[in-house]
């Protein structure tokens, strides 16, 4: 990867570049400060116009250095302008819902995104960056224009407040960026050139829901990171595996999406739960294919039914347990963030081994999180359970953090094995080439081992606090009152930070980990 100074002509863009920016920063705090433009407007100036910029930018530059250099020399500079207030017109903080004040990182991810995509970009298919950025800067300032400014919008919160009409705005936007940019660089790719105008219509369409959810579902201006990177993802698997990644893209779309719509109307997932699963099935269907689907849909649905079922006999939980049966955003990514992550590096890896290895670690992580519902879910359930803590083998309280059973225990290795026997229906090739007893046991170990790693943070070093209302030993923060006002907790033993949803991800990691050990 070269990263040597290019040309004099570079030099000369670069401080012409630089020095429009700075001019575009300066009418911008002269907007806010001399004509009385409020802040949210001047951003959406800038943002727009940066966009535009970056779109334009490899008509300009020929080597990537100089433009690499540009958003790493704003990057610190935006940190310490976010932190100290300055320039107002791009950084003044601003209240959220509670009325708290807020600080936004926008204008620091944004530098982020657009280093990232040049150094992944620049000098195999640009046209993916000027696309990505290209909806960013037009799309998601569309979304809060129209957000703040539509009479008696259509509100939903997430991590932050939105509108359903600036969600509408993004998403129309973004298509018709993606299109017309599908389009134009038609005749540049050999990948998009194969497309007639209805399938890049079509495929716009998906990559423009993908990018509204990627817009919604972050609070703090995060979104000027997951937006042009879930877009440039796929714009990448596309142009490295061809025409037919195109179709299953459409179709893994669309899936996902009534996928997501049908949990939450059966009350599996809330809201921000159902878009996250939206944009975690997009990439697993749409790219994993049959092989990577079953597997997860094997825990999606079991592990949901299991925690409807006995629902009257845990509610005596509800008080303990920091969250109920539905899954939210937090949940989600805690049950399937790793494999997740393992489906984001699938596509890039360099060959059929490493593939095949991440693979099983897809299939552990899968059987650890599995494997720690369905220890807690059937634990649970049974009358009189009697749990000892893994820490010190002392008998605890039924739903303590950190109690085990020998029911539950089984339950744990029963549901990693499902998983196990999940993978070798979906993917026989691989595991029957591999060792179907050999697989079986050591996916079923590595959920079985996750699931003890869970319950021991659980017991060591997730937060429990003190309910003085209730008496009650909680994982709850806050105690509700009856008027709706909250009360916090007591913290009485682990890390604040560290929740249920931590130490999930933390399940997930070990599954991951030592299935990959056992099945090298």
Not at 171 to 189: D, R
Not at 298 to 311: A, D, E, P, R
Not at 324 to 340: E, K, L, P, T
Not at 419 to 435: F, H, K, P, R, Y
């Amino acid at each position: 990867m070269n990263f040597t100074p290019s040309s004099e002509t570079d030099f000369l863009a670069f401080l012409i570049a630089l020095a429009s920016l700075i001019f575009l920063i300066a009418v911008s705090e002269s907007l806010k400060r001399f004509a009385g433009v409020s802040p949210s407007h001047t951003r959406k100036i800038v943002h727009i116009a940066t966009g535009v910029f970056i779109f334009f930018a490899p008509y300009f530059f020929k080597e990537k250095f100089y433009p690499a250099l540009i958003p790493a020399l704003f990057i610190p500079f935006n940190i310490f302008a976010t932190r100290f207030g300055w320039l107002s017109s791009l950084h003044e903080q601003h209240s959220d819902s509670d009325s708290r004040s807020s600080l936004n990182y926008g204008t620091v991810y944004f530098p982020i995104a657009f280093l990232l995509l040049v150094v992944l970009c620049w000098d195999w298919n640009v046209w993916i960056l000027q696309t990505s950025m290209l909806v960013l800067g037009l799309g998601d300032a569309a979304a809060s224009l129209v957000g703040e400014h539509v009479r008696n919008p259509h509100q939903y919160k997430f991590s932050t407040v939105k509108s359903l009409e600036g969600s509408l705005a993004m998403f129309v936007v973004s298509f018709l960026v993606i299109y017309g940019c599908l389009m134009f660089f038609k005749p540049q790719s050999d990948v998009l050139s194969q497309f007639s105008s209805t399938a890049l219509m079509s495929f716009a369409f998906a990559l423009a829901l993908v990018a509204t959810a990627a817009e919604s579902l972050v609070s703090g201006g995060a979104d000027n990171l997951t937006v042009p990177l879930s877009v440039a993802f796929f714009l990448a698997v596309l142009e490295r595996y061809g025409a037919p990644m195109l179709q299953n893209i459409v179709l893994g779309v669309g899936i996902s999406f009534m996928f997501a719509r049908l949990s939450l109307g059966l009350k599996f997932l809330n809201g921000s739960g159902s878009v996250c699963t939206f944009l975690l099935a997009s990439t697993i269907f749409s790219i994993g294919g049959i092989v990577w689907t079953i597997p997860i849909l094997t825990f999606f649905f079991l592990s949901s039914i299991l925690s409807k079922v006995g629902k009257a006999r845990k509610k005596k939980f509800d008080l303990i347990f920091e969250k109920g049966s539905q899954r939210d955003m937090g949940q989600v990514i805690a049950n399937g963030g790793v494999g997740w992550i393992l489906m984001l590096a699938y596509p890039f890896l360099p060959n059929e081994s490493w593939r095949d290895l991440f693979y099983f670690g897809y299939l552990g992580t899968m059987a650890a999180v599995q494997a720690d519902t369905w220890a807690t879910e059937i634990g649970t359930m049974i009358r009189n359970p009697n749990p000892i803590s893994i820490v010190n083998f002392k008998p605890v309280p039924a739903g303590t953090s950190g109690g085990i059973t020998f029911i539950g225990t089984s339950g744990a290795f029963l549901g990693a094995l499902v998983i196990a026997i999940s993978g070798w229906l979906s993917n026989m090739t691989l595991v029957e080439s591999t060792g179907l007893l050999k697989v079986l046991t050591a996916i079923s170990v590595a959920g079985l081992v996750g699931s003890l790693v869970d319950s021991y943070f659980g017991g060591t070093l997730q937060a429990q606090y003190y309910d003085q209302y209730r008496d009650k030993i909680t994982e709850k923060t806050h105690h509700l009152n009856d008027d709706g006002t909250t009360v916090p907790n007591q913290l009485i033993k682990g890390v604040h930070w560290i929740d249920n949803d931590v130490v999930n991800f933390a399940c997930g990691v070990t599954g991951a980990v030592v299935a990959m050990l056992l099945l090298p």
